[in-house]
């Protein structure tokens, strides 16, 4: 097995386990809910496999939806977020983005931060208006995706460059 493919599995389990044991938990004010368990879409290799990577993240969302008990909204979200990757890329890093090295656990720039940004805000919008799901809790879905876009970028930044892998990778 490929060390790329034996490390994305690791990064898989890793990420779901923390989200189920301890992320899932906080739940502040009925508003800020990280979801660090999306660094695994994040960080998944650039040149990766697209098929791979889109059945990786809807089994994703699946285990979460089944720890959950929430209906399928995380695994849309994370398929959604899976989906539109490569545009976030085109959107922050340019049009050759897929020619050059791109790593997000890299040194933070504001190209990575706002592919981080992004990310995390399309999946925590998505999340939430689909859970919600109704047009008159507008703003409890804005004020949630913003509150828990903010903790979301901090712990996964906080994970990303705490736990930094070997330059070997």
């Known amino acids: 097995m490929n060390?790329?493919?034996?490390?994305?599995?690791?990064?898989?389990?890793?990420?779901?386990?923390?989200?189920?044991?301890?992320?899932?938990?906080?739940?502040?004010?009925?508003y800020i809910n990280p979801y660090p368990y999306i660094l695994?879409?994040?960080?998944?290799?650039?040149?990766?496999?697209?098929?791979?990577l889109l059945a990786a993240s809807f089994f994703l969302g699946l285990l979460m939806d089944m720890f959950l008990?929430?209906?399928?909204?995380?695994?849309?979200?994370?398929?959604?977020?899976?989906?539109?990757?490569?545009?976030?890329f085109k959107f922050s890093f340019g049009l050759s983005y897929e020619y050059q090295t791109v790593r997000i656990n890299d040194v933070l720039t504001p190209e990575r931060f706002s592919f981080i940004?992004?990310?995390?805000v399309l999946h925590h919008i998505v999340m939430f208006i689909l859970e919600i799901f109704r047009i008159d809790s507008?703003?409890?879905?804005?004020?949630?995706?913003?509150?828990?876009t903010v903790f979301t970028i901090i712990i996964s930044i906080l994970i990303i460059y705490l736990?930094?892998?070997s330059r070997t990778r």
């Open 138 to 148: 507008l703003w409890s879905i804005i004020l949630k995706t913003l509150v828990s």
């Open 40 to 52: 695994f879409i994040i960080l998944f290799p650039v040149n990766g496999n697209k098929f791979g």
């Open 117 to 120: 940004l992004l990310s995390v």
């Open 3 to 30: 060390s790329a493919v034996l490390y994305n599995i690791i990064r898989f389990v890793l990420l779901l386990a923390v989200q189920i044991t301890i992320f899932n938990n906080i739940n502040f004010l009925g």
């Open 69 to 88: 008990n929430s209906g399928g909204v995380h695994a849309a979200s994370c398929l959604v977020l899976a989906y539109l990757r490569p545009t976030l």
């Open 163 to 165: 736990i930094k892998p």
